[in-house]
């Protein structure tokens, strides 16, 4: 029962971020500015727990894609950092969760950021970078909105801790990212 529920939500959230994201360089514009309301964004943690992974998931396999399409050595670094940080929360996440009693499925990537990886697959070299860097600024946004929401009003106090844990990684990974130029 509580899986079912979990797919639910996690897949009514995903739906709900793509249905504002339009093609193009546009798909990595998502739904949640930094300030925006927490709508979208759960406080319930085995929905918190699939969307935390999932953003993981994202950053480490675009991550691994820029290794192998990118050319900035600057974004090639700042994508190493993703890979080891993100595997990092991942982690955190999953053992915050382990601790709460749950035994949380391994994390998997929501249509939104399916697509996002498939646009970033039909690109290489410069054109690649710029929308890596477009998306990262996207994913990063969204996921401190994840992060803060839940770390100030989840259900389960070692997801609260984790989420507190994750918002200033987040926070330098975005600020990172927007001063880089290309």
């Known amino acids: 029962m509580k899986t079912g529920l979990f ?4 897949a009514a959230m995903s739906l709900a971020a793509c249905s504002s994201v339009t ?3 546009d798909m990595a514009r998502g739904p949640m500015e930094p300030g925006a309301s927490g709508d ?4 319930q943690a085995m929905p918190y727990v699939a969307m935390a992974g999932a953003s993981d998931m ?8 820029h290794h192998q399409r990118g050319q900035s050595p600057a974004l090639h670094r700042f994508a190493q950092m993703m890979i080891d940080h993100h595997t990092q929360t991942t982690a955190a996440t999953m053992a915050a969760a382990r601790a709460a ?12 950021q399916r697509a996002m990886i498939a646009r970033l697959q039909g690109l ?3 054109a690649f970078d710029r929308e ?6 996207t994913a990063h946004r969204m996921a401190l909105n994840l992060h803060s929401n839940y770390a100030s009003s989840g259900d389960t106090p070692s997801l609260k801790t984790s989420a507190s844990s994750a918002v200033p990684i987040v926070q330098q990974h975005l600020t990172e990212i927007q001063g880089m130029t290309l």
């Open 7 to 10: 797919l639910s939500v996690a």
């Open 23 to 25: 093609g193009g360089s």
């Open 40 to 43: 979208m964004t759960p406080n």
């Open 58 to 65: 994202y950053e480490i396999q675009s991550s691994q894609l």
């Open 101 to 112: 009693g749950m035994n949380p499925p391994p994390p998997e990537l929501m249509p939104m």
């Open 124 to 126: 290489n070299g410069a």
């Open 132 to 137: 890596y860097r477009t998306q990262q600024i």
